[in-house]
């Protein structure tokens, strides 16, 4: 696998994967508005060609890595972060767990907004 290059652009809520300058894979989240704050996966996408090459499972680590480094828990909303999150328990333990109400929260939010996913 060619080195990837994973950029957090917080602004557009996308943390993305380049293979050199060509964007190859993105998480799509957001920030748990108000406390407790989380980082709330929404989706993850790998771009047609570039399958199979680890590009989503790097993403996914790097964002609970991301989470760990913030002191936030993760809410893996998207349905292969969570997949993820239960194959590799040693990684996702990097960052916080999320409780019951964080990931009640986002999901409410995630509703609230869903036109933008």
């Given at each position: 696998?060619?080195?990837?290059?994973?950029?957090?652009?917080?602004?557009?809520?996308?943390?993305?994967?380049y293979e050199g300058d060509e964007l190859v894979g993105v998480v799509?989240?957001?920030?748990?508005?108000?406390?407790?704050?989380?980082?709330?996966?929404?989706?993850?996408?790998?771009?047609?060609?570039?399958?199979?090459?680890?590009?989503?499972?790097?993403?996914?680590?790097?964002?609970?890595?991301?989470?760990?480094?913030?002191?936030?828990?993760?809410?893996?909303?998207?349905?292969?972060?969570?997949?993820?999150?239960?194959?590799?328990?040693?990684?996702?333990?990097?960052?916080?767990?999320?409780?019951?109400?964080?990931?009640?929260?986002?999901?409410?939010?995630?509703?609230?907004?869903?036109?933008?996913?």
């Amino acid at each position: 696998m060619a080195e990837i290059d994973i950029r957090d652009n917080r602004a557009q809520g996308r943390l993305e994967a380049y293979e050199g300058d060509e964007l190859v894979g993105v998480v799509g989240y957001f920030v748990l508005a108000g406390a407790p704050a989380a980082l709330v996966a929404v989706h993850t996408v790998v771009e047609r060609g570039h399958e199979g090459k680890g590009i989503a499972g790097t993403l996914v680590k790097e964002f609970y890595e991301t989470a760990a480094r913030e002191g936030v828990p993760v809410v893996p909303l998207c349905p292969y972060a969570a997949r993820w999150a239960q194959r590799h328990p040693d990684e996702v333990a990097v960052a916080p767990a999320a409780a019951e109400e964080t990931v009640r929260a986002a999901e409410a939010q995630l509703k609230a907004d869903s036109a933008r996913w």
